[in-house]
Antibody, heavy 125, light 106 residues
Framework: QVQLVESGGGLVQPGTSVRLSCVVS????????MHWVRQAPGKGLEWVALISNDGSETHYGDPVKGRFIISRDNSKNTLYLEMKSLRDEDTAVYYC??????????????????WGQGTLVTVSS | DIQMTQSPSSVSASIGDRVTITCRASQTIYDWVAWYQQHPGKAPRLLMY???RLQSGVPSRFSGSGSGTDFTLTISGLQPEDLATYYCQQAYSFPLTFGRGTKVEI
């Protein structure tokens, strides 16, 4: 069974930074594009970022562009999300997700076929 | 950005009923659509991809259809464990976008 485990969430002050991690197991990490998807309390799902399987290509949602950085270390089976200049509206559960079989803009993995349990980031003073 | 308009926002149904959820894209996305189920307090789960392909392990009472701009998720024979919120998602272009969700109540 594919496993994805997020960590790094917590209470942070506006304007500060935090880094989330997602450690994966039971699949060949370097073969898959990966995503971060978030969900504000009581709200729907919002895609945050994608990174290609080899890390050469990244894409971001407009609300986080220029503030968040997605990266990966294939030798450690770990996905990261560096979040800077945090705002109240960034408060959400952050999920890491494995890219599925749909191709988006030439990248295989435009859907999300496995998800972690999520880590809550609360931005508040 | 491609907008995904999902309806209804909620539906109340009885066990054994057929439930239909629709999603309309703001431009053609061919069959680049996926559907997810999310139980309260849990991570989402992929149900369908490419509009009509059933993800491995998903019960066959779930089905999907549509192409272009209009898509449908159908639950044939609603079960108690189907109480959840369902989301559509387009994978045609960046930014990837979701519908606002449909809450299915038993």
């Amino acid at each position: 069974q594919v496993q994805l485990v997020e960590s790094g969430g917590g209470l942070v002050q506006p304007g500060t930074s935090v880094r989330l991690s997602c450690v994966v197991s039971r699949f060949v990490f370097s073969s898959y594009a990966m995503h971060w998807v978030r969900q504000a309390p009581g709200k729907g799902l919002e895609w945050v970022a994608l990174i290609s399987n080899d890390g050469s290509e990244t894409h971001y949602g407009d609300p986080v562009k220029g503030r968040f950085i997605i990266s990966r270390d294939n030798s450690k089976n770990t996905l990261y999300l560096e979040m800077k200049s945090l705002r109240d509206e960034d408060t959400a559960v952050y999920y890491c997700a494995r890219g599925g079989g749909l191709a988006v803009a030439g990248i295989i993995g435009g859907d999300f076929d496995s998800w972690g349990q999520g880590t809550l980031v609360t931005v508040s003073s | 950005d491609i907008q995904m308009t999902q309806s209804p926002s909620s539906v109340s149904a009885s066990i054994g009923d057929r439930v239909t959820i629709t999603c309309r894209a703001s431009q053609t996305i061919y069959d680049w659509v996926a559907w997810y189920q999310q139980h309260p307090g849990k991570a989402p789960r992929l149900l369908m991809y490419s509009a009509s392909r059933l993800q491995s392990g998903v019960p066959s009472r779930f089905s999907g259809s549509g192409s272009g701009t209009d898509f449908t998720l159908t639950i044939s024979g609603l079960q108690p464990e189907d109480l959840a919120t369902y989301y559509c998602q387009q994978a045609y272009s960046f930014p990837l976008t979701f519908g606002r969700g449909t809450k299915v109540e038993i």
